[in-house]
């Protein structure tokens, strides 16, 4: 996470304003959503292959209290990265925008990603196998995005990409930055990241992630 967050400082020494404020909410948005998913899927894995997480289990700790605790842990490094690319934003090229509201927005976004990071984590075998659910998902949800945000895709499907988690998380990060409030549009990407988190955790993570992880 500190790597990619020197990478993006490098970056932005060498393109224009304007640039820098067009690609900082694809950089964040890439550490917020993707590096979550990775960082839950790698640690759930890892767990299992050195038994760790049957250890946790009998622990006198609750199963929310183990999940809460992942979340946090992969919330840090999305506001490490966010905090950071922020900060170099301001001092290279001196532009500043609604702090706050970018942090609550990173955090529902992060949480929603880490949710699903959490259920590509529990469908795999392995973590090769996770890795290719984390392949089809950037294929199918998160490749749009790019496309979108590079203006490939017409902007005229955007609500029809709002579908996504991650162009809503995208959408919510590029309106900090650009400043270009849409009320509908965050009103709509927060319900949804929200929606989304409740019922993974509630139908699908919360209630088969002692199983995977008994099973190993």
Known sequence: SLVTSILWIIIFLFISKNDAKYIAPLLIYVDVTLMAMIFIGASLHFEKQESTIKSMMVLPVSLGEILTAKVVASMVLALESTIITS???????????????????????????????????????????????????????????????????DKKYDWLLMISPSHSANDLITSVVSRNFEAGKLVFGCVYLIFITVILLKYFVYPRFKDNAVRG
């Open 87 to 153: 900060l170099a934003l301001l001092f290279i090229h001196g532009v500043t925008f609604n702090y706050t509201l970018l942090i609550l927005f990173v955090i529902i976004a992060g949480i929603a990603h880490a949710v699903i990071g959490f259920l590509l984590a529990i469908i795999s075998k392995d973590f090769t196998s996770m890795l290719g659910w984390l392949s089809l998902y950037i294929l199918i949800f998160a490749l749009p995005t790019i496309l979108f945000t590079f203006e490939i895709i």
